[in-house]
């Protein structure tokens, strides 16, 4: 089997396939997800707390010098991105556990029938109906 081919037959198994829209999928809701959290999330958090800009929240590690700009450590940042994660991360938790759920009851399996007498079972019984009918 040459490389192309096997390497077609990997590319077409169906786990290859949903990992790849998945992934599609995951970005797109994650530029979406870090939209909702800048634009609509974060600018009533800020006002809450006093009229912060998240983006804007950063300790200056070196001031600027001439030419070069100053060196800042940009937390605000950071702690959007750490609320970004938390959505995400919620959202996809909240996604698989649905599916979860929806598998379990796929799942469930039939009542088991009680197993059929044995032979001796059988004997016993007709034995006692006869012992009875006497």
């Known amino acids: ?7 077609k037959d990997f590319a077409m198994r ?3 396939i949903d990992m790849a829209v998945g992934i599609v999928i995951g970005g797109a809701f994650g530029k979406v997800v870090s939209t909702f959290v800048a634009n609509v999330l974060m600018p009533p958090i800020g006002i809450l707390l006093g ?3 998240f983006s804007d929240l950063a300790i200056t590690l070196l001031a600027s010098r001439g030419d070069a700009e100053a060196v800042l450590l940009s937390y605000g940042v950071f702690v959007q991105a750490l609320v970004d994660f ?12 649905a599916m979860n759920s929806m598998k379990q009851e796929e799942e469930k399996p039939a009542p088991a029938e009680p197993p059929a007498p044995s032979k001796e079972e059988v004997l016993l019984a007709e034995i006692r109906d006869a012992i009875r009918s006497s």
């Open 86 to 97: 938390l959505i995400i991360a919620f959202a996809i938790f909240m996604v698989v556990k």
């Open 14 to 16: 169906g786990n290859v």
């Open 1 to 7: 089997m040459s490389m192309m081919s096997e390497f």
């Open 51 to 53: 009229g912060v800009d």
